[in-house]
């Protein structure tokens, strides 16, 4: 547009020399201004009666003017999210700046290079306030990929009003664990009772059951030299195990299609003595209309008898930031903050997802909503985490066929060790 000189002689009448001068300035660039800032948050579907994100990511964009959040659920199921992730990361561009991981995935996607190093962005103290079962799987290679957000950890799920009515404290042994099903079983005399339910479905969550079942034998899945099962007579005695478990009927037939939901329902219809799950199902033990209220209490997974003690696995999830974000100040302080004491308070508080902070488990307002946290945070605090590799998932993924074949008598558990060796020794062989 041809702009009016105001140096030039014109001869011009009031009105005129107005509309002039309006046309200049609408001609003229506005004083520039910052763009708002628009981080990406990807997460799983949070459960539950409501959902405390949206009143965070409020919070957050109120403490951080100029930066908006738009949160964008991903399907539960934790396949479907590694799908997605996988195949946006290794795209051109970022579709997402901030993003809700498994625990087992940071190792590999941090080698694969898709997440910013927070080594140097995080205070060293602010890791510290969280489980170092926590802290262990968000680092590799000696370098911070991602925070802490959500814990989990194996739990005994037993009917205490049961054992209370034989004299019977709980299990600190898989053998005492036996004898107690047995001996309750009999005196009942209830066919629709069962003695120990556990995830024997062929998914991530039976190599779960197997890896705790090693730890509580002594014995672990991966060797100092990254070997597969270093000792196998072990490993062969916790598959075998578990294969008499269902022989005996201490365990039903069934299990072996069972996940969390599957025998988390069963115990919770009070059709069964004992239960391997997570925190997540006390919460719906105590609900005003479950069958179980009242009636259940948490105590250590049991030990084997090569093992000092039994360990719960850990879960749950970190926070990661795309390295390609085009906001990485805003996309760590969103991480820090979703982490943070506050906010992973009111994420307990609201949907009972446990936090990664070992301070909030002595919180006189969860504890007083959440009488077991106390109890929780005990066992958390002597849980272990998965093996922290980048290739966990291949592990898993070659596993599970192999025990699955064990528990429905396809294979021995010699045979299935011996595969499992051979097909992750030749595939570590042309990864590394």
Known sequence: MRHLSLAAPLIVSAPLLLSA???LAACEPAPPRSEPVTLVFKHARILGPSDPLPGLVREFEARHPGVRV???SLPWNTDEQHQFYVINLEGGSPAFDVMMLDVIWVPEFAQARWLLDLTELLPRAELAAHFPAAVEPATW???VWAMPWIMNVGLLYYRADLLARYGLRPPETYEALVAQVKRIQAAEGDAR??????QGKQYEGLIVNLLEGLWANGTRLLGEDGRLFPD???AEEVLG???RLIDTGVSPPWVTAADEELSRRAFGDGRAIFLRNWPYAMD???LPESRVRGKVGIAPLPRHAHGARGSGATGGAHLGVDRRTRHPEAAVALVRFLAGAAAQKTMAAGVALNPTRTALYRDADLVRSHPSLPLIGALTAAARPRPVTPYYLMLSSTLQPEVSAVLVKVK???EAIAQARRTVGYMLRDVR
């Open 193 to 198: 009772l069962d003695g120990f339910l556990w």
């Open 232 to 234: 196998p007579a072990r």
């Open 412 to 414: 021995t558990p010699a």
């Open 141 to 143: 290679g000696g370098r």
């Open 284 to 286: 719906l033990f105590e």
């Open 21 to 23: 001068l309006l046309l």
């Open 70 to 72: 738009k949160s964008e």
């Open 241 to 243: 195990f578990l294969r």
